[in-house]
């Protein structure tokens, strides 16, 4: 059973980077999967930021696309987030997620981590 | 970018109630579109995949319908447990996006 936990300070100064890690346990990493980053800020619906493969390989959403940086690192079964230049509207929970693919095709988002807050305040 | 509108946003429904929630994309995703629930404080919990597929241990009184642009979830028989919020999200283009959410509240 796959399962996704998140890390990361949980405030970040304004015009600073957020950077986040997320950890895959129960599962191979590198496998055929995408994993995903999806932001949700409060009150609010949920944003899909990007993904990226285990060869590094990634999709981002072009509305943040020049401030993401995704990375992975295999030998400790993890991929990370950083995002630069945040504002107060960065404020959010910030989930991890694995995108299921198999050699058939793409099935989505089937497991996701708990999810972290990151507020953006100075 | 595909657009997912969901309706409606919100819906007032008594236990037992059959409830539909819909999602119209802005063009052909085929019935690569998931539903997901998501309670306060909590992750959202995948409920149907490649539009019609119950997610294991997914009560069967949740169903997915749909391909193309028009999908619906049905909840057949609403249970206590099932007030929530329910997303759609397409997964056939990038980026990847998510209806606007419609939050299912106790009449």
């Known amino acids: 059973q796959v399962q996704l936990q998140e890390s990361g300070p949980g405030l970040v100064r304004p015009s600073g980077t957020l950077s986040l890690t997320c950890a895959v346990s129960?599962?191979?990493?590198?496998?055929?999967?995408?994993w995903s980053w999806v932001r949700q800020p409060p009150g609010k619906g949920l944003e899909w930021i990007g993904e990226?493969?285990?060869?590094?390989?990634?999709n981002c959403n072009p509305s943040l696309k020049s401030r993401i940086t995704m990375s992975v690192d295999k030998s400790k079964n993890q991929f990370s987030l950083e995002l630069s230049s945040v504002t107060a509207a960065d404020t959010a929970v910030y989930y991890c997620?694995?995108?299921?693919?198999?050699?058939?095709?793409?099935?989505?988002?089937?497991?996701w981590g708990q999810g972290t807050t990151v507020t953006v305040s100075s | 970018d595909i657009q997912m509108t969901q309706s409606p946003s919100s819906l007032s429904a008594s236990v037992g109630d059959r409830v539909t929630i819909t999602c119209r994309a802005s063009?052909?995703?085929?019935?690569?579109l998931g539903w997901y629930q998501q309670k306060p404080g909590k992750a959202p919990k995948r409920l149907i995949y490649?539009?019609?597929s119950l997610q294991t241990g997914v009560p069967s009184r949740f169903s997915g319908s749909g391909s193309g642009t028009d999908f619906t979830l049905t909840i057949s028989s609403l249970q206590p447990e099932d007030f929530a919020t329910y997303y759609c999200?397409?997964?056939?283009?990038?980026?990847?996006?998510f209806g606007q959410g419609t939050k299912v509240q106790i009449k």
């Open positions: 997620a694995r995108g299921y693919q198999v050699l058939l095709g793409y099935y989505g988002l089937d497991v």
């Open positions: 129960g599962g191979s990493f590198s496998s055929t999967n995408w």
């Open positions: 990226i493969y285990h060869s590094g390989s990634t």
């Open positions: 063009q052909d995703i085929r019935n690569e």
């Open positions: 490649a539009a019609s």
């Open positions: 999200l397409q997964h056939n283009g990038y980026p990847r996006t």
